[in-house]
């Protein structure tokens, strides 16, 4: 299932939600169903909340496991649309505030204590769990969600395509911009990295030899080498070598399978559609390196299970998310690998995984082991916004790279002294 899905992601209606919670009122009725799903006897009563997956079946299985729990009525909220995010934080403010949620570790949350600690339930299996998703959701020693899914990111392309054009799969960004332009012709694009041309933001930094912020917090993404990535990206985009306004973004695999691009950023989860249409026709490669010294790097996405720390019944929600995410390993292991393709965070699930011993998925999950990163708590949705700004400047407004990143500084500085002094 796609971390985006048809709920089109889009980072900054986080920021927005966020920034202006006080502004917004309670939430309506939101999602497919406000009815008690849950099989619970107990008469006691806990409501979920989901984004809308794009895969089949996804809204279905989660309603099943929620039918299993015993210890009490389990409502799903499925929220449709493109502001799961907004919905999500504008109810948190309120009296119908969900118990549970599906989110990313945001330090904002965590000092708001808005989310409970769940240290308690995880630390008993923690050994299970792989060691770069419990860092990711750790923060002043203690756990604070239950990662549901781990979901790479990669390049997607069309071998027959790149074969006839005489292209080699990339293996620096250089070779990338040159394929993309030998690929595009009047009717295919050479690369799709998204219509808003931010969905690679983190890999072009890693790849460039920088991360987003120092081990202690400071800034980290202001570098040469970053400064002349984006450069790269300006000249894919003036040169109109980027697919930009397809229909779906890059989360959907259409844009490959539709032959509007011929190499394009997805995720693993897009996988089996894009092995359905395409066959053996389809390869996949990491983001390449952007600078000398650098790795390749694989961005890894993802969904994890919140407890609501300001719900009416905080201990019957942490019962009911060990119960789902930590013991019932047959349901992690439907959710991770039978709704598109998903490496289960348990070790012990994702070693029993034969859907990805083989082929692909098995050459995913490779490229997930040796290049795969995780996003830091402490890099706010403000700043994300920040360094989103920078790219459509750079991108599309032709700012100089300098002028851009100088200007996303002050506004990472203000987040950052906000946050730690």
Request: charged residues 25%.
């Amino acid at each position: 299932m796609s971390a985006l899905s048809n709920s089109n992601w889009d980072r900054r209606s986080v920021l927005r939600a966020a920034a202006g919670l006080a502004a917004l009122g309670p939430l309506a009725a939101c999602g497919g169903n406000t009815g008690r799903e849950g099989g619970g006897s107990s008469g006691k009563n806990l409501v979920q909340y989901f984004h809308a997956y794009g895969e089949a079946g996804t809204e279905q299985a989660i309603k099943r496991y929620a039918k299993d729990y015993d210890g009490a009525n389990v409502t799903t909220q499925w929220i449709t649309g493109s502001n799961f995010e907004s919905k999500l934080f504008s109810a948190l403010l309120t009296d119908n505030a969900p118990d549970v949620f599906e989110f990313h570790p945001q330090l904002q949350l965590i000092e708001s204590g808005q989310v409970a600690d769940l240290s308690d339930l995880i630390n008993p299996v923690k050994d299970d769990f792989n060691p770069a998703d419990l860092k990711s959701h750790t923060v002043d020693g203690k756990i604070w969600g239950v990662r549901m899914i781990d979901d790479p990111q990669f390049f997607f392309y069309r071998k027959s395509v790149l074969e006839k054009a005489g292209v080699d799969v990339p293996g620096t960004l250089d070779e990338l911009v040159e394929a993309a332009a030998k690929l595009t012709t009047d009717k295919v694009k050479g690369l799709f990295i998204g219509n808003d041309l931010v969905q690679t933001q983190y890999p072009l930094v890693w790849s460039s030899g920088a991360d987003q912020l120092t081990a202690d917090n400071k800034i980290a993404y202001h570098t040469d080498a970053v400064a002349t990535t984006l450069s790269k990206y300006r000249t894919m985009f003036k040169a109109g070598h980027l697919l930009t306004g397809a229909p779906a973004d890059s989360w959907d695999p259409s844009a490959l399978i539709q032959g509007l691009c011929a190499i394009q950023w997805c995720g693993m989860w897009a996988m089996p559609a894009m092995q359905k249409a395409l066959g053996d026709d389809l390869g996949i490669f990491p983001y390449p390196v952007a600078a000398d010294g650098a790795k390749p790097s694989v961005f890894n996405g993802g969904w994890s299970m919140f407890v609501n720390a300001k719900g009416k019944d905080v201990d019957l929600a942490k019962e009911y998310v060990k119960w789902l995410w930590i013991d019932q390993k047959e349901h992690q292991e439907d959710w991770a690998l039978s709704y598109g393709f998903h490496i289960p965070p348990r070790k012990s699930i994702a070693e029993s995984a034969d859907k990805l011993k083989s082929g692909l998925p098995a050459e995913g999950v490779k490229l997930f082991n040796e290049y795969g990163r995780f996003e830091n708590p402490s890099w706010t949705q403000a700043m994300i916004t920040a360094f989103e700004e920078v790219i459509a400047d750079v991108v599309r407004k032709g700012t100089e790279p300098e002028k851009a990143l100088d200007t996303a500084d002050k506004k990472v500085d203000r987040e950052l002294k906000k946050l730690f002094g």
